[in-house]
T-cell receptor, first 114, second 113 residues
Framework: EAGVTQFPSHSVIEKGQTVTLRCDPI?????LYWYRRVMGKEIKFLLH????????ESGMPNNRFLAERTGGTYSTLKVQPAELEDSGVYFC????????????FGPGTRLTVL | GEDVEQSLFLSVREGDSSVINCTYT??????LYWYKQEPGAGLQLLTY?????DMKQDQRLTVLLNKKDKHLSLRIADTQTGDSAIYFC?????????????FGTGTRLKVLA
């Protein structure tokens, strides 16, 4: 069974540009989560999809971040326009059920904003 | 607050035991997890413990949970150089439609040969 995959693995962009990160969850997992780790700090929750619906987006930093999950399969996270403080590692995770299931994480996308 | 706290660094000699500590804040957390991140890799689930347990053992790994003090620890027996990584503890919060992990800052374990 394939795990959670993320693309790209690394992205280097300039301040003001747009970047789109992609996450493919484990097949059959309805729940998809985005987290990020900024500058060696803790990994922080961004948002949670159940199928194509946003269940909880309380961790999204501001309106420069837009997450979508059309069709309830893969998800994209767009940052527009990117700022220096957006640099970090963005992790995606998926789980089968919601309340008790373990979340399985992808390898992350390292974003560097110059 | 939401903070889950861990010490940032731990250094041990190969063959010794490592103990990584974590304190969390939400007494209603149902599950607590340990994840490992090796250089250049993603988060690998190591083990987890349900909140009604005090201890869980899995080969070289032992998890101890003190609910009264909200303290979680991960013991790695016979630590090897391949155990060098960042270890994250996480508490699961699932209530009122919100389901998320609250992570600590991670403890960087360095194993000296």
């Amino acid at each position: 069974e394939a795990g959670v995959t993320q693309f790209p693995s690394h992205s280097v962009i300039e301040k003001g540009q747009t970047v789109t990160l992609r996450c493919d969850p484990i097949s059959g997992h309805d729940n998809l989560y985005w987290y990020r780790r900024v500058m060696g700090k803790e990994i922080k929750f961004l948002l949670h999809f159940v199928k194509e619906s946003k269940q909880d987006e309380s961790g999204m930093p501001n309106n420069r971040f837009l997450a979508e999950r059309t069709g309830g399969t893969y998800s994209t996270l767009k940052v527009q326009p990117a700022e220096l403080e957006d640099s970090g590692v963005y992790f995606c995770a998926s789980s089968h059920r919601t309340d008790t299931d373990t979340q399985y994480f992808g390898p992350g996308t390292r974003l560097t904003v110059l | 607050g939401e903070d889950v706290e861990q010490s940032l660094f731990l250094s041990v000699r190969e063959g010794d035991s490592s103990v990584i500590n974590c304190t969390y804040t939400d007494s209603s957390s149902t599950y607590l997890y340990w994840y490992k991140q090796e250089p250049g890799a993603g988060l690998q689930l190591l083990t987890y413990i349900f909140s009604n347990m005090d201890m869980k053992q899995d080969q070289r790994l032992t998890v101890l949970l003190n609910k009264k003090d909200k303290h979680l620890s991960l013991r790695i027996a016979d630590t090897q150089t391949g155990d060098s990584a960042i270890y994250f503890c996480a508490e699961f919060r699932g209530r009122s439609g919100t389901y998320k992990y609250i992570f600590g800052t991670g403890t960087r374990l360095k194993v000296l040969a």
